[in-house]
């Protein structure tokens, strides 16, 4: 089995508990949602593809654009698009877990996770939904001879998928790295539904992965989403899932994103949960590989 991927760079986490850290990012390729909501009308009627994302695929842009780092930014739906719709899977890498590490390890200032200096480079496991079928292929990934000295892996899930027994048993007797779950349910927002996006036995499934660490971040625009998230988290608390509440401002443009920062801010400080900024979208924009 080869990993199926779009991109793996290295940035700053731009989001969540490390906003600031160093960290190498691999983004697999599928996801069980589409998103195609965000920042677009509530009542609008769904359609297989988010309108921006339909555009592009009338346009052939998926078969005249040579490099996934060259296809279009969108600013509707889902912000990594050519992620999860098949159309664009052709101009996502296939590789193995020996390949995988290769890249990974060539994107880091020394070519290994912890430098000379006692610091150490993030991996952050993002997507699409990176704990889809590519579960099976992450012990080999992380037990590999030239993973041995990272210290730290987030998994930034949409927290609907359980994980695999092998996967969990390795997860539950290593203790070389930490692993932190960014867990980030989509809201009506996104337009996924309540029923498969709020998975409180998901959240509690990966809670309880020994020595893990847990948050959940909400994307939101407006009061609506707020009231969502009171309700969501509720049900989280409800499952026995308690931990630390952060809220995301909606906008993959600095344009949108500066519209509800404040407002947001404010919110997090009315009700006691934490603000995250979209760090990545203030230092570089919206872009690929960042
Ligand atoms: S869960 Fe994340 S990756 Fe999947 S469609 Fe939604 S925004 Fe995109």
């Known amino acids: 089995m080869k990993l199926h991927y779009s991109e793996a760079f290295y940035s700053v986490q731009g989001e969540g508990k490390f906003v600031g850290v160093p960290s190498v990012f691999l983004r697999t390729f599928g996801c069980n949602f589409r998103c195609q909501n965000f920042g677009l009308p509530r009542d609008r009627e769904k359609s297989r593809y988010n309108p921006e994302v339909e555009e592009l695929i009338k346009r052939q842009v998926h078969e005249t654009t040579e490099k996934f780092e060259d296809l279009p930014i969108i600013h509707t739906g889902c912000d990594t ?5 098949p159309e664009f899977r052709h101009l996502n890498m296939q590789k193995s877990v020996d390949e995988v590490v290769e890249h990974l390890i060539s994107l880091l200032p020394e070519g290994k996770w912890t430098m000379d200096n006692g610091q150490d ?3 952050i496991m993002t997507g699409g ?9 992450y012990v080999e990934l992380f037990e590999h001879p030239k993973m041995q000295d990272l210290k730290n892996v ?3 899930t949409n927290t609907t998928q359980h994980l695999h027994e092998d996967f969990v048993n390795y997860l539950n007797t290593q203790n070389r790295f930490e ?5 980030s349910p989509k ?3 996104s337009g996924e539904p309540w029923d498969t996006a709020i998975k409180p036995d998901v959240a509690r ?8 660490d847990l948050y959940l971040k909400f994307v939101v625009a407006d009061q609506n989403d707020v009231d969502e998230v009171g309700r969501a988290v509720n049900a989280y608390r409800e499952a026995g899932v308690e931990c630390p509440v952060y809220l995301m401002p909606m906008g993959g443009r600095s344009e949108e994103y500066s519209l509800n920062v404040q407002e947001v801010a404010n919110l997090c400080m009315e009700r006691g949960w934490r603000f995250t900024p979209r760090l990545h979208i203030s230092l ?5 590989g960042t």
């Open 121 to 123: 480079i993030h991996l």
């Open 179 to 183: 692993v932190t779950w960014s867990c």
């Open 205 to 212: 499934e990966y809670s309880t992965v020994n020595g893990s």
């Open 154 to 156: 987030t998994f930034e």
């Open 81 to 85: 698009y050519a992620s999860i719709y």
């Open 129 to 137: 939904e990176p704990l889809l079928a590519w579960q099976r292929l």
């Open 284 to 288: 570089f924009g919206n872009a690929w």
């Open 187 to 189: 809201l009506s927002v």
